[in-house]
């Protein structure tokens, strides 16, 4: 499988890095990017091709990923228009609908349109991916081991549902930092220096996450478990009840869906500069 990045920037190079340590011959990946620097790192790090020109990256490409910010890929695929006709496509950008990116690439019918998240940085994401009608068996599986290469994978049959995806997953990791970053300036006003409130807030966060995720059990239950009636932790879930914490943050991740919309919306009407 002959894969291109249009765009070096971290995911692109996340996908990368990847590929490669699952065994994909790096001579079988190339790069695309304007910036000089980006492409030297990229060449360095990981001993692909860089191109700056996509029509000379492209030749022989069987899989496109464009990977470049939601604001240009109107101007960044309408070039590419003539030089995708026989490749799969496949969308990291946020918002971007396949109708939208298919008309900016005249046409163009074998798209899958995917929302990765921050931790494929380290190879722990989740990726959702999203197929154009009618798209083969092959290239689904071509997508999915471009993506399976940073994390897991899962397939949402209603394109739609990226957005929700993008809500959850793709600006959830911003949740969770929050709630770390709140759990380390409550341990450092208990009288705990900064070194160890930061310990004391990621291991917690890390083995929590990783008890509920080997756990039969669900969240709610593993909750139960540590809340004694009365108790300390009985304590605290009463405050977060009180000013219903989980509320605002099941509001705040609809408000981070309908923002996904909003910019599809604003992406798709659109029009590359000429």
């Known amino acids: 499988m002959k894969v291109v990045f249009v765009g070096g920037g971290n995911m692109a190079g996340a996908l990368v890095g990847g590929l490669i340590a699952q065994g994909h011959a790096a001579a079988d990946i190339r790069v695309v990017d304007p910036d000089a620097g980006q492409r030297a790192r ?7 091709a ?3 020109d996509a029509a000379t990256a492209l030749a022989g490409a069987e899989v496109v990923v464009l990977a470049v910010k939601p604001q240009v ?6 070039p590419l228009a003539a030089l995708v006709k026989d490749c799969l496509v496949v969308s990291v950008a946020a918002g971007i609908r396949a109708s939208d990116l298919s008309r900016w690439l005249g046409g163009h019918r074998r798209i899958v349109r995917t929302m990765p998240n921050m931790p494929a940085l380290i190879g722990r994401g989740i990726s959702a991916l999203a197929a154009t009608p009618d798209l083969s068996a092959v290239d689904r599986d071509h997508a999915e081991q471009i993506l399976a290469a940073v994390g897991e994978t899962l397939w949402v049959e209603d394109e739609a549902m990226i957005d929700a995806v993008t809500a959850v997953s793709g600006s959830g990791p911003a949740y969770v930092f929050y709630f770390i970053e709140a759990l380390e300036r409550a341990a450092t006003e208990l009288g705990f220096n900064s070194s160890q409130a930061r310990q004391l807030a990621l291991a917690t966060f890390r083995g929590a996450s990783e008890l509920a995720a080997n756990s039969d059990e669900s969240a709610a239950q593993l909750r139960r478990r540590v809340t004694s009636p009365g108790g300390t932790t009985a304590a605290a879930l009463a405050v977060l009840g009180e000013r219903s914490a989980a509320d605002t943050l099941v509001e705040a991740v609809l408000a981070a869906c309908q923002r996904s919309l909003e910019l599809g919306e604003q992406a798709g009407g659109s029009q590359p500069k000429t």
């Open 50 to 52: 860089a191109h700056a």
């Open 42 to 48: 990229l060449a360095q790090r990981f001993q692909v």
């Open 73 to 78: 890929m109107a101007a960044v695929a309408t």
